[in-house]
């Protein structure tokens, strides 16, 4: 899809990929709607686009609201004409033991990153189809690809969102419509801020909690032990308009992604021991002073969110 001239609608555009890919669809040529709960930040991106010389609005959007979308899709129809492109990027995370994480946190992410993704399909796609053309990006995770964090929740709704973006690839393809799931690592954003730490009683919560205190303030050094380190959510954006000028259904945004999902689809038992080594790699990491954990040599961006 050629960008320039075009509409793009983002949600969760007030920091991070999605603020990092709305301004790179804007230097790209297109127009934007910002979607995000934040305000103030929404307003800063709007300005950004601005001084870039697009058209802008930001509307105030919790996406787990169906009404919410309703005006999202009212407001960028009314002032905008037309929507060519969406990006359901919005998302939260919540970390605890299964056993121990309660309805209303599943409530609270499964409606802002699976829901939230859910009604901009319904909202906006059939616009799209009675226009036989648009692109549609979900942001997912490497964790929707392979269950290699170990928040249970999280994972759950990326699988579901990767799920989803695959099967609505194949029906839209014939019909002009194009789709794009976008599976990042680790990358420097600021989701900590809205993180929620169910509490595991091992010990070890208060040694959690500065470490998601540290990942808040931008101190990214401890995920840098895994491969291809911390990214910015810039490099990220660079992928995603690519992904949509080439109309690209996957992608992966570090190296070894994709050899990781092939190698756990020829063995998945294999894969679970691997996981389950892993996710003890995670407890060491929640445990180590931060200057005792190893740098991988991980590119680390600025402190932006999801």
């Known amino acids: 899809m050629e960008i320039q001239g075009k509409i793009a609608v983002v949600t969760g555009a007030a920091s991070g990929i999605g603020r990092a890919t709305a301004t790179a669809l804007a230097r790209e040529g297109a127009d934007l709607v910002l979607a995000d709960v934040n305000d103030d930040r929404l307003e800063e991106v709007r300005k950004e686009i601005t001084a870039l010389g697009r058209r802008s609005i930001a509307v105030h959007t919790d996406v787990s609201k169906l009404q919410d979308i309703r005006d999202l899709f009212d407001r960028s129809i009314s002032e905008m004409g037309r929507v060519d ?22 409530e609270w992410i499964v409606g802002i990153n699976l829901w939230g993704v859910i ?15 648009g692109h549609i990006v979900n942001t997912a995770s490497m964790a929707g690809l392979i269950a290699g964090e170990p928040s249970i929740p999280y994972v759950a709704t990326k699988f579901a969102v990767v799920g989803i973006s695959e099967c609505l690839a194949a029906s839209l393809k014939p019909k002009g ?26 010990g070890f919560d208060d040694a959690r909690r500065a470490f ?49 999902a092939v190698a756990k689809a020829q063995d ?9 080594a892993l996710h003890v790699v995670w407890n060491d990491i929640f445990k ?18 999801v």
């Open 119 to 133: 009604y901009g399909i319904n909202l906006f796609l059939p616009h799209m189809l009675e226009r036989g053309s």
């Open 85 to 106: 492109i969406l990006m359901n990027n919005a998302g939260v995370h919540v970390v605890g033991p299964a056993e121990k994480i309660s309805i209303a946190d599943w």
């Open 177 to 202: 419509i194009g789709v794009t799931v976008v599976c990042p690592s680790f990358v420097a954003t600021n989701i900590a801020e809205q993180e929620r730490l169910v509490p595991f009683g091992d």
């Open 268 to 276: 998945p038992e294999g894969a679970i021991d691997l996981l389950a």
């Open 288 to 305: 180590l002073p931060a200057a005792d954990v190893p740098d991988a040599g991980g590119e680390a961006g600025p402190s932006t969110a």
């Open 212 to 260: 998601l205190e540290a990942l808040k303030q931008g101190e990214w050094s401890r995920l840098s032990v895994f491969p291809g380190g911390v990214i910015s959510p810039e490099q990220v954006a660079e992928k995603v308009v690519h992904a949509i000028r080439e109309s690209i259904f996957l992608v992966y945004t570090h190296p070894g992604q994709k050899e990781a």
